[in-house]
């Protein structure tokens, strides 16, 4: 975790949210179509709500077939039209399986233009994003979604309110920095 802290924390094709010079990177890896992913949602939305320190960085880790991959490339396009946060949590909050047309419903949905979303999402850069997350993943050990760094801490599997806040505050005690 200690050498990759760059990847990590700057790679420009991550979304960020939260507070954008925060004290404190939260890094998720996450697939949409993954129910835990789906269960911990609500908890990072809720934790950059509650703590302004909070910088999220969201690594797209399509590991559940096709529409994952179109989730993910079209969650990655919406940063185009300055509307990934929207359209990030609204895909982690649908209600069953994604497919092709959910998720360009989703999208007209939260005011993204569709059509101009299909044409963004064939753009190469997209998928050099998408396998440079799921090389960093490999190389970190991460096999399964979501999967959350703070600072040299992994912790794979969901987590609520509470197990994020707490890995807050171990990273800006400093005791899990590089």
Sequence with gaps: LTT?????LNDPGSPI?????????????????????KRAAGA????????PRVRVVYKDLPILGEAS????KAALASKIQGKHLAFHEA????KGDISKESILAIAA??????????????????????????ALAKDLGISGTPGFIVGTELVPGA???????????????GRNQP
């Design 4 to 8: 990759k802290q760059n990847e990590l």
């Design 17 to 37: 949210s939260g507070n954008l010079s925060g004290q404190v990177t939260l890094v998720e890896f996450f697939d949409y179509r993954c129910g835990f992913c």
């Design 44 to 51: 990072v939305t809720q934790l950059q709500q509650d703590d």
């Design 69 to 72: 991959e179109f989730a993910a």
């Design 91 to 94: 895909l982690l909050a649908s």
């Design 109 to 134: 949905e939260v005011g993204l233009d569709a059509r101009q979303l299909e044409t963004d999402m064939a753009k190469p850069d997209l998928q050099i994003i998408i396998d440079r997350n799921r």
């Design 159 to 173: 987590l609520d309110v509470k197990g994020l806040k707490e890995l807050i505050a171990r990273a800006a005690s």
